[in-house]
Nanobody, 119 residues
Framework: VQLVESGGGLVQPGGSLKLSCAASGFTLSSWVMKWFRQAPGKGLEWVAT????????QYAQFVKGRFTISRDTAKNMLYLQMNDLKPEDTATYYC?????????????RGQGTQVTVSS
């Protein structure tokens, strides 16, 4: 199992970024997929979930309406579109697979991609 995130960078407040997660060693559609983030000095924080069927998406309250989780099963890719970014969104973002859409559990995660929101 391998998960590789990309797409992070420096963006101004109000800007947008689209993160990608390339999955290998397993089929994306067989797992619940999640995005987490970790800000400097803080713990791991759940951001968004998409179920294995793709029919259900869930978001943390602090990103609801701004972030969108999606996937391309043909490419085995997971995405996180982030709009209206705020300085408090600065963090390392990780994708992960999980057995359940409930809670913060996950089985494996990638190395992360850094997102910095600053003017």
């Amino acid at each position: 199992v391998q998960l590789v995130e990309s797409g992070g960078g420096l963006v101004q407040p109000g800007g947008s970024l689209k993160l990608s997660c390339a999955a290998s060693g397993f089929t994306l559609s067989s797992w619940v997929m999640k995005w987490f983030r970790q800000a400097p000095g803080k713990g791991l924080e759940w951001v968004a979930t998409i179920t294995n069927s793709g029919s259900i998406t869930q978001y943390a309250q602090f990103v609801k309406g701004r972030f969108t989780i999606s996937r391309d099963t043909a490419k085995n890719m997971l995405y996180l579109q982030m709009n209206d970014l705020k300085p408090e969104d600065t963090a390392t973002y990780y994708c992960a697979n999980a057995a359940s859409r409930y809670g913060d559990d996950f089985k494996a995660r990638g190395q992360g991609t850094q997102v910095t929101v600053s003017s």
